[in-house]
């Protein structure tokens, strides 16, 4: 119901956006500016959840009627995506994992819930999927939203075998023209997107990707190739 609402007032709220929203964020800030001095502003986001709630660029594609890709592998979120998008012909949603190489990857993701808050938690990493159920985010999430908990915990993370495009092979196939904004939030596999990336061939004007789940050494490294 929610995203039926949101799709059909689309209309009112892009003009609502160009009216009264600023852009706050420093980050936010630089893609407005480039955003607004683009005739046509080229994005591709990878781990876009279902492309609305808490998403870091909804309003930008709205308001700037934005082209590009968004990727989101589980079924669930994507299916809230696809549907946001249904009649945007300039949004290509896309299920897919993005990787350093193509084939099939298990993406680990909780069992026991298709929430937003627990789709936004899966991980090409168990580790880091694991990490959310020992400092208590899991349950604390759980109980908020009153979902209720498997009593094995072993049973909390489960795991879907599923389809990866090799970032490169992504980019150079759609984006032949140019990238303006590259944006990966995938929960602890940003810096090794990052560290696969081919520069030399396309180079987006604007990278932002999640850091919270990035070691700090790895970190360095994407800051340096950057």
């Given amino acids: 119901m929610r995203f039926a609402l949101i799709r059909n007032a689309e209309p009112l709220m892009r003009l609502s956006y160009r009216l009264f929203w600023k852009p706050k964020d420093g980050l936010d800030?630089?893609?407005?500016?480039?955003?607004?001095?683009?005739?046509?502003?080229?994005?591709?986001?990878?781990?876009?959840n279902d492309g609305m709630i808490n998403d870091p660029?909804?309003?930008?594609?709205?308001?700037?009627?934005?082209?590009?890709?968004?990727?989101e592998p589980l079924p669930s979120p994507f299916k809230k995506l696809s549907y946001l998008h249904g009649r945007n012909d300039r949004i290509l949603p896309l299920q897919s994992l993005v990787a350093d190489s193509s084939g099939e990857m298990e993406l680990y993701h909780l069992s026991f819930s298709n929430s937003r808050w627990a789709t936004g938690i899966a991980s090409l990493d168990k580790s880091n999927l694991q990490r959310q159920i020992d400092n208590g985010y899991v349950?604390?999430?759980?109980?908020?939203?009153?979902?209720?908990?498997?009593?094995d915990r072993e049973t909390w993370i489960t795991s879907s075998t599923?389809?990866?495009l090799e970032i490169n092979e992504l980019i150079g196939q759609n984006f032949a023209n140019g990238l303006d904004l590259l944006q990966i939030d995938v929960e602890g596999f940003d810096h090794k997107l990052i560290a696969a990336l081919n520069l030399d061939a396309?180079?987006?004007?604007?990278?932002?990707?999640?850091?919270?789940?990035i070691p700090e050494n790895e970190?360095?490294?994407c800051i340096e190739k950057l």
């Fill in 57 to 71: 660029i909804y309003k930008f594609i709205l308001r700037d009627s934005w082209t590009g890709i968004r990727v």
């Fill in 219 to 221: 970190l360095s490294n």
């Fill in 139 to 151: 349950e604390g999430r759980a109980n908020k939203y009153g979902e209720k908990l498997p009593v």
């Fill in 29 to 48: 800030k630089a893609i407005d500016l480039v955003s607004k001095n683009s005739d046509q502003f080229n994005f591709l986001q990878i781990g876009a």
């Fill in 162 to 164: 599923l389809r990866v």
């Fill in 202 to 213: 396309i180079k987006p004007k604007l990278i932002r990707f999640e850091h919270l789940h």
